[in-house]
């Protein structure tokens, strides 16, 4: 629906174009949150004292998850590993344009294939 308001095509959130400012953030993690949403994932996020939070956090298991998005080229997250840091996390989520794969404890999930991510 924030897509269809905006006016933007949708395909530009899936793109690949260097689109990397706030409101394409925004939309991007209103991607991800319909999606969670449709797969009747809880929306929990967190945020720290100061400035670090990550997008969502997941319970799988006994297992917490933190979930960061990123629309933008950049994909390094503080606070994503601050939060994998303080609670223990055995792997945290990334969501963006880079292909799949498993580097640093961190699990990169495209967005065009979001509707593929299982929780259990």
Known sequence: MLTMLSGLPAQMLLSSIDTDNTFMGGMAENFVAQQFTA???????????????VDFVLQIGMDIIPVEVKKGVRTRSTSLAMFTKKYNSPYSIRISQKHFGFENNIKSIPFYAL???EIV
Do not use: G, H, N, V
């Open 115 to 117: 509707f593929c991510l």
């Open 39 to 53: 797969k009747s994932i809880p929306l929990f996020y967190w945020k720290s004292e100061d400035t670090a939070e």
